[in-house]
């Protein structure tokens, strides 16, 4: 099969909407170029499944069901935004007590070992004092 360089609007032939003139050069050239005839299959039967399916309708039911959804979403958004701004709030409030408990934990924590170091380098001020009195 040989590549087809001419370019031919395929839709326009199917919806006759070309000129006698361009419709009969375009099916001289059909017979000739498997490729073409190839591509105008596929997009009629592209189209045709196009046709098939705009029929579909759903059913009142599914209609039905999907508005009924979409009401509850909207009924669930509402309440949470009506709750939002006191869910903020409470939650900014239990981190500024959670920030003022711990800094409150470890800093007296921090006091006694601060505490505990400066006794324990007086201790070893003592101890160096003595070893230099020795000599």
């Not at 395929?10 to 099916?27: H, K, V």
């Not at 050239?29 to 005839?37: K, M, T």
């Not at 409150?104 to 601060?114: D, E, G, M, V």
Request: glycine fraction near 4%; charged fraction near 25%; proline fraction near 1%.
């Amino acid at each position: 099969m040989k590549d087809c360089t001419r370019k031919y609007s395929y839709f326009a032939y199917l919806e006759g909407t070309l000129t006698d003139s361009e419709r009969e050069a375009f099916e001289l050239h059909l017979l000739d170029c498997e490729r073409c005839r190839e591509n105008l299959i596929q997009i009629q039967n592209f189209l045709d499944n196009i046709e098939k399916h705009k029929a579909l309708k759903a059913s009142p039911y599914t209609f039905t069901n999907v508005m009924g959804r979409i009401e509850q979403n909207r009924r669930a958004e509402i309440r949470y935004r009506k709750w939002q701004p006191a869910i903020i709030g409470l939650v900014g409030v239990v981190a500024i007590l959670t920030g003022i408990l711990l800094g409150n934990y470890f800093f007296k924590n921090t006091a006694q070992l601060t505490s505990y170091l400066n006794l324990n380098e007086t201790y070893h001020e003592v101890i160096e004092l003595s070893l230099l009195d020795n000599n």
